[in-house]
């Protein structure tokens, strides 16, 4: 049996084989995919005061909530969502809506940066 020596992994000029440039791009791209994503945004945090509940909905099993006078923030479709685990919230919305009561605090937390979903944190309702 004959065996052939193993090829070289650089031609003469000094460039990669094309296999071997195969193998070293998905070795990257795997690292790049595994690496941890260091540009993930901080949340941040508002309060604002005195809104008044314009339309209550449900997506999936995320309440929104939007206002007559907007937020002050680019929240998207501004909407704030809340959580499914916040059903307390949920109905504290609903009793503004319901009876048509302006709230007198509502803050909010927007994960993602600007233009992002924002989730509803605290709401009073008071008079």
């Known amino acids: 049996m004959n065996y ?4 070289a992994t650089f031609f003469s000029n000094g460039s990669a084989s094309p296999r071997l440039r195969t193998i070293l791009g998905a070795v990257a791209a795997a690292a790049w995919l595994a690496a941890p994503n260091v540009s993930v945004a901080q ?9 008044t509940v314009a339309k209550i909905g449900v997506q999936n099993t995320n309440a929104y909530i939007g206002f007559v006078e907007g ?8 909407y704030l969502y809340i959580s499914p685990d916040r059903k ?14 302006r709230l007198s605090r509502v803050d909010y937390s927007q994960p993602g940066g600007s233009g992002t979903q924002c989730f509803a944190e605290i709401v009073e309702l008071s008079e």
């Open 71 to 78: 937020v002050a923030q680019n929240c998207r479709w501004g």
């Open 4 to 7: 052939s020596e193993p090829q």
């Open 43 to 51: 949340t941040t945090y508002f309060s604002e005061g005195t809104k």
């Open 88 to 101: 307390v919230m949920y109905t504290q919305f609903l009793a503004a809506k319901i009876s048509n009561k």
